[in-house]
């Protein structure tokens, strides 16, 4: 493989993906260069929320760059059903973070009023509710459930749905996907970037990398700086049910199909081979206290995965001074930041720069040290 293109991916997950296809859209020619199936791949592992409320906290550029990506998800979706002819399912009317007692209830109260009262914040709406108003909206909730949270902007999709709609339209675009090609090494002689994997080296005039957790070993390559702290998850699936959840929850969603997705677990552990039972029990026990009918239903599938996770949470987008053309994109919510990586991403890639705005939120010198000092754009 000796080809040359406008812009090499690296990566094929759903960052990956949203950006190449993007890319395409625009009329470049890309290659997407993927490790594939073997890869910890936290686009086959995640809880396909779109979600705002509580995007943000110390970081207000967030908020706004999350309400963008939610206000756009319309338009993704239509133009993905239009070019594949897939219906990645968008339901996009509202969602809650329930809580359970008083105390989870006000401690979510003075969690609201701190994200209200951030300045320069974007008005997302979330206001928290009584258990008697969340009762005229989700009939079912059980008699522990104290209120919550709701914000209007919320929402879910199927994301691997979503995920094979942007491998659908790599075709039409003429993307070209290249699965177990890993990326050694990445050099730049004469104003193009050489890539070296096991079955060749791609050449192309930019580059992004988009590799999950693997930009932090990529990203010094080309000048960037990308520390990551990834965490592992695990999530619980139902057999189908009824419908009766019309708004997904931070924790709990009825799929397009009748399923019902449980998971808000947190663990600082890497290895995904097996799961730890007493974390998916009180997955489960705060669940059927939410919805008690939920005790019913049969446990059909679980699994663990390895969440993408800058240091911060937050996410990274940078643009490399020594070696220009290099752009690095790192975040956890690649379901809900789709959006913005298919349509403003792409378009700052395929113009040569990142807009001073973005850089100057989500730029890696935030974490300071002697990586973040090559980092450009600031």
Not at 91 to 99: I, Y
Not at 199 to 227: C, D, S, W, Y
Request: charged letters at 20%.
């Amino acid at each position: 493989m000796h080809r040359d293109y406008d812009v090499a991916v690296v990566g094929g997950g759903l960052l990956g993906s949203a950006i190449a296809w993007g890319l395409g859209r625009l009329g470049k020619s890309v290659a997407v260069l993927d490790e594939g199936d073997i890869a910890k791949r936290a686009s086959r592992a995640n809880f396909a929320l779109v979600w705002v409320q509580s995007k943000g906290l110390g970081m207000p550029a967030y908020t706004g760059w999350t309400v963008r990506a939610s206000q756009a998800w319309p338009s993704l979706a239509a133009e993905l059903k239009d070019q594949t002819g897939l219906d990645v399912c968008l339901q996009q009317n509202g969602g809650f973070h329930l809580t359970l007692g008083e105390d989870e209830y006000e401690q979510r109260t003075q969690l609201v009023t701190r994200m209200h009262n951030q300045v320069g914040a974007a008005d997302y709406r979330m206001e928290m509710l009584s258990a008697s108003e969340v009762k005229k909206m989700l009939p079912l909730i059980g008699p522990e459930v104290s209120g919550g949270s709701f914000c209007p902007f919320d929402g879910h999709v199927n994301s691997l749905r979503t995920f094979r709609a942007f491998h659908t339209g790599f075709k039409a675009f003429g993307v070209d996907y290249f699965p177990e090609r890993p990326v050694s090494a990445i050099t730049k002689s004469s104003g193009e970037f050489s890539l070296t994997t096991p079955q060749g080296e791609i050449r192309a005039h930019k580059i992004v990398l988009a590799a999950g957790n693997a930009n932090q070993t990529l990203a010094p390559m080309v000048g960037l700086f990308a520390p990551m702290g990834p965490t592992r998850g695990q999530i619980v699936v139902t057999e189908r049910t009824m419908p009766f959840l019309p708004h997904p929850l931070t924790t709990i969603r009825q799929t397009d199909e009748g399923t019902v997705m449980i998971g808000d677990s947190k663990e600082d552990e890497l290895d995904d081979r097996a799961l730890k039972h007493s974390i998916s029990a009180v997955m489960a026990d705060r669940a059927q206290r939410m919805f008690p009918h939920l005790s019913r239903l049969n446990v059909v599938r679980s699994w663990a995965g390895i969440r993408v996770m800058p240091q911060d949470g937050f996410p990274i987008y940078d643009q490399s001074e020594t070696h220009p053309g290099a752009f690095v994109a790192c975040c956890h919510s690649g379901v809900t930041l789709a959006s913005n990586h298919a349509f403003e991403i792409a378009r700052m890639v395929t113009a040569g720069a990142l807009e001073p705005e973005l850089v100057g939120a989500f730029s890696a010198r935030r974490f300071g040290g002697e990586g973040a000092a090559n980092n450009s754009g600031y």
